[in-house]
């Protein structure tokens, strides 16, 4: 499992493999990101912007989902 935090600028397909509880969070906004071509190209903030979502609250969905603590991002 990858050792560093959830940023805004991971690529949202990295996000859901190296942390497979996340993949919840994006169903759960109804995002169409799991399964996306896209993914490796679009950032989490990316992904926000297109869904309207807050970022940092995304973001914070995402870490908590992950199991990884928190980190500055």
């Given amino acids: 499992m990858r050792e560093k935090p959830i940023t805004l600028d991971m690529p949202v ?3 859901m493999r190296y942390f497979p509880g996340t993949i919840g969070v994006f169903l759960r906004h109804r995002m169409h990101c799991v399964g996306c071509a896209i993914g490796p190209f679009h950032s989490v903030a990316d ?13 914070e969905e995402l ?8 980190a500055d991002g």
């Fill in 63 to 70: 870490r908590e989902a992950s199991g990884r603590p928190p």
């Fill in 13 to 15: 397909e990295e996000v």
């Fill in 47 to 59: 992904a926000a912007h297109e869904y309207q979502l807050v970022a940092a609250s995304l973001l």
